[in-house]
C-alpha cells in the first residue's frame, strides 16, 4: 500500500490577510506494498487474540460530569453533527499550549421541514428537501479539563447544516456538504484553524468539479495526505462514488477514484475512519431501500496508484 513516509500536506485558505498553511503530522513509512487482504490480517490477528466461543462482552462505559459554566455552553440535544478530534498544540506546560479537544459542529436541534416524520431527510430527497432546525454552531470539549465552552471563531462561517462530514488535517477541521434550510449546502471545502487562540474559519480554494452538493456521506484523511469522501445522497438517490483530494498537492482538485475490486452499494449514513498505515475502513450505511447494511469494506492505495476495494472478513 503506498503510504509514503515523507508525507506532510499544507491547505491553503480563501481569507482577508495572507494564506495560511497547516502541517499535518507525517505518515508511519511502511515496507513494501500492502493489499486490502491488511483489513483480513487484521481481523484474523484479532480472531487469535480473542476469547473463542460464544459473544465477546461489550466495553465497559461511564458517564463524563462534563462542565458547564453556562448553559449555552454546552451543546444541548441535536442529531446530524459531527464530533471531530483535535490534537493538542504547542509544548505542554508552555504559554501557548492548548490540550486535546473534541469539536462539535453543526446538527439539527430541532427537525423542521419534509424530514420532519422520518427523522432525517429522505432518501428519495427531491428539488424541495432542506432541514429547518439545522444550525452552525461550535461548541469545544477540553479533554483534560472535561469542560464544554461554545466558541465564536473568526471569520466567515459555513451556512447551518446537519448530516454533513468532518475531518482533522493537522490542528484544522475540515467541513463539507449536509443539508440545511436553503436545501443541500454546497460543495465547498470550509476550515476551521484552531492553531491559534481564537480559531478561525476559513474557505479552501479548490479546483474543477467535486463530488457535488450531498449529505449523508463520510470523508476521512487516508495516509496523512488524501481526503477521501464518499457515498451519501445527492437528494435524488444514494451515492457509491468515490473522491480524493490531495492535500500535498496544488493545486487543490478533486479527483473521481475508480477503486477495483468488489465496494459498498451505493448508501448514505455509513461510518469511516482510516487506519494509522493508511487502509481505509467503510462500515455499515442505509442503502437505498432504507435497509442497515452490516458489511465493512477496506480501501487502500498501491504504489502504483491503483485503489482497490476489498470485503472485511467475518461478521
Known amino acids: 500500500m503506498d503510504v509514503d513516509s515523507s508525507m506532510t500536506s499544507s491547505l491553503e485558505v480563501d481569507s482577508n490577510g495572507p494564506a495560511s498553511e497547516e502541517k499535518v503530522e507525517e505518515a508511519p513509512a511502511t515496507d513494501g506494498e500492502e493489499s486490502p487482504a491488511a483489513v483480513g490480517a487484521a481481523h484474523s490477528q484479532v480472531q487469535q487474540t480473542s476469547p473463542v466461543g460464544g459473544p465477546r462482552h461489550a466495553p465497559n462505559y461511564s458517564v463524563v460530569n462534563a462542565i458547564l459554566e453556562k448553559k449555552e455552553d454546552g451543546p444541548g440535544p441535536r442529531c446530524g453533527h459531527t464530533l471531530t478530534a483535535v490534537a493538542a498544540v504547542g509544548e505542554e506546560g508552555s504559554a501557548n499550549y492548548m490540550g486535546p479537544r473534541l469539536i462539535l459542529f453543526g446538527g439539527a ?78 460543495e465547498d471545502l470550509h476550515v476551521l484553524d484552531l492553531t491559534q487562540q481564537r480559531p478561525r474559519w476559513h474557505r479552501v480554494v479548490v479546483q474543477g468539479p467535486g463530488p457535488g452538493p450531498r449529505y449523508g456521506h463520510v ?88 485503489w482497490e476495494w476489498a470485503i472485511a472478513p467475518g461478521v
Not at 427537525?111 to 432541514?131: D, K, V
Not at 445522497?233 to 478533486?254: M, S
Request: glycine share 14%; hydrophobic share 40%.
Open 109 to 186: 436541534t430541532a427537525l423542521e421541514g419534509n424530514s420532519a416524520n422520518a427523522g432525517t431527510p429522505t432518501s428519495a430527497g427531491g428539488a424541495g428537501i432542506r432541514l429547518s432546525g439545522a444550525t452552525a454552531d461550535v461548541h469545544c470539549y477540553d479533554v483534560l479539563t472535561n469542560k464544554w465552552s461554545r466558541i465564536t471563531p473568526f471569520g466567515e462561517p459555513p451556512t447551518p447544516r446537519a448530516a454533513h462530514v468532518a475531518t482533522a488535517v493537522g490542528t484544522m477541521v475540515v467541513i463539507q456538504g449536509g443539508i440545511g434550510p436553503a436545501g443541500l449546502s454546497a
Open 219 to 306: 470523508m476521512a484523511l487516508v495516509g496523512q495526505r488524501y481526503l477521501m469522501a464518499i457515498g451519501g445522497n445527492d437528494g435524488k438517490r444514494p451515492l457509491a462514488d468515490v473522491w480524493a483530494l490531495d492535500t500535498a498537492a496544488k493545486p487543490y482538485e478533486w479527483r473521481k477514484l475508480e477503486p477495483e475490486g468488489e465496494g459498498p452499494p451505493p448508501c448514505m449514513y455509513a461510518t469511516a475512519s482510516a487506519r494509522s498505515d493508511g487502509l481505509l475502513l467503510l462500515c455499515g450505511g442505509r442503502d437505498a431501500n432504507s435497509v442497515p447494511l452490516a458489511s465493512a469494506y477496506g480501501l487502500a492505495k498501491h504504489r502504483d496508484g491503483r
